[in-house]
């Protein structure tokens, strides 16, 4: 698919599909996962061929006093940025490994969605989703090009979050 590569996005934070009070592990996770999806997401745009990468708290009125409703949540964020696209990331599952490089009682796992969208029209340009946890060898022969690429050994969450992130963004025909 041949389409012009996107000029400027701006990138709001990452949201989480859910607040699970009962969980303070499950909750400390997640805002970890949130803080490290934002820096990889910002890291990997900076090698596409966008122009300007712009961050929602780089506006003068802050996501939170926009207008509610996501379509008018878009619209004002392209009026306010000078910015026509937006990207929305949502991360539904990071879990840490347990154990080590070597030998993993529970491997790393992460989930999350990315969206961008055109602001003035509210229309999804294009969308993708992640969601994998890592799997031995010897589980699933396909992956020996993927555990090659990881050295043959169990990555951390961060690692398995950062390969998810380039993956899917430099599949994504608006920005590479």
């Not at 490290?36 to 300007?52: F, G, I, M």
């Not at 506006?59 to 619209?75: C, D, H, Q, R, V």
Request: hydrophobic share 35%; glycine share 6%; net charge negative.
């Amino acid at each position: 698919m041949d389409v012009a590569p996107v000029s400027c996005v701006v990138v709001l934070p990452t949201q989480t599909p859910y607040e699970d009070s009962s969980s303070n592990q499950m909750n400390n996770n997640m805002q970890a996962g949130v803080k490290y999806l934002d820096t990889a997401v910002l890291s990997e745009l900076r090698k596409s061929k966008v122009e300007k990468v712009l961050q929602s708290t780089q506006f003068s009125l802050p996501i939170s006093e926009m207008t509610s409703g996501e379509y008018s949540l878009m619209k004002e964020i392209g009026e306010v940025s000078g910015c026509n696209n937006v990207l929305i990331t949502t991360l539904s599952h990071f879990r840490q490994r347990q154990g080590g490089e070597m030998a993993a009682g529970d491997p790393a796992s992460a989930a999350f969605e990315m969206k961008l969208i055109e602001a003035d029209t509210g229309r999804t340009l294009w969308m993708s989703t992640f969601n994998e946890t890592q799997s031995s060898l010897f589980e699933n022969l396909f992956s020996f090009s993927k555990a090659q690429s990881r050295g043959f050994k169990w990555i951390t969450v961060e690692e398995l979050v950062s390969q998810g992130v380039q993956e899917k963004l430099q599949e994504c025909p608006y920005l590479y």
